[in-house]
Nanobody, 123 residues
C-alpha cells in the first residue's frame, strides 16, 4: 500500500554534504517506521538510520553517527537523510525503507523498499 521514491543523490567531494529525500504514498504513511540502508559495490546492504513513526526516536549506525541526521515530515509524506562530512567510504546506493515495526527496518526486512539513489563521494 506504500510506494517509496528516493531523490537527492549525486557526486560530492569528501567533506561535503548531501540531503536525500524519500517521498511515499499511502494514506497510512505516517504510521510507518522508516529508515535508510545502503549498499556499496561488492558489499552487503547495511543499516544506516531509523526514525520511528512519530519521529520521537532515531537510531544510527556507528559509522555515520554524528555525521548523518534523519527526519520526517508526515504532512509531506517525506523522510530525509542529511549527510554531512561525507567520506569516500560513504559511496553507495542508498535505499529508503518503510515498515509497521521498527525492528523490521533495522533488520533489513521492511514491508517496502524504494528503488535507491546513488551517492558518490570523491577523495
Amino acid at each position: 500500500q506504500v510506494q517509496l521514491v528516493e531523490s537527492g543523490g549525486g557526486l560530492v567531494q569528501a567533506g561535503g554534504s548531501l540531503r536525500l529525500s524519500c517521498q511515499g504514498s499511502g494514506r497510512t504513511f505516517s504510521s510507518y517506521a522508516m529508515g535508510w540502508f545502503r549498499q556499496a559495490p561488492g558489499k552487503e546492504r547495511e543499516f544506516v538510520a531509523l526514525i520511528s513513526w512519530s519521529g520521537g526516536a532515531t537510531n544510527f549506525a556507528d559509522s555515520v553517527k554524528g555525521r548523518f541526521t534523519i527526519s520526517r515530515d508526515n504532512a509531506k509524506n517525506t523522510v530525509y537523510l542529511q549527510m554531512n562530512s561525507l567520506k569516500p567510504e560513504d559511496t553507495a546506493v542508498y535505499y529508503c525503507l518503510a515498515a509497521q515495526k521498527s525492528y523490521l527496518v533495522i533488520g533489513g526486512t521492511p514491508d517496502y523498499w524504494g528503488q535507491g539513489t546513488q551517492v558518490t563521494v570523491s577523495s
